[in-house]
């Protein structure tokens, strides 16, 4: 992604995220919570943006290089219309679920987004 390559996530709500579910919401409840009363960073509720501020975290995002790739990032929930007619790549590894998982969505909806 540093590249130059341009990269579109669809579907964002459809990531799976292994671990203990119940301990997954409470990492994601307790980031969102740290931000809510501004005595911390803000942290996103809705699908999309919480796969987009996950990889912000692996860029060197205050780099121009990382700025750069990280504006190159696209990430919508579900299919926009201009893109139906694409075809899409899918990760080898986006096939083997872990037993132990849990949808993005499902994140989401627990921390009480309204955009899915």
């Known amino acids: 992604m540093i590249e130059g390559e341009e990269i579109t996530i669809v579907n964002a709500e459809k990531v799976r995220i292994s671990g203990n579910r119940s301990q997954i919401i409470a990492h994601y409840k307790q980031r969102w919570a ?13 699908a999309d943006m919480i796969f987009k501020r996950t990889v912000r975290g692996m860029l ?54 309204g955009r899915l």
């Open 34 to 46: 740290r931000g809510k009363n501004f005595s911390g960073p803000k942290y996103p509720r809705a």
């Open 60 to 113: 060197e995002y205050r780099k121009p290089s990382g700025k750069e790739a990280y504006r190159r990032l696209k990430v919508y929930v579900g299919v926009p219309r201009e893109l139906e007619n694409l075809e899409a790549e899918a990760p080898s590894i986006a096939k083997k679920a872990p037993a132990r998982s849990m949808y993005l969505g499902e994140v989401s909806k627990e921390l009480g987004s």
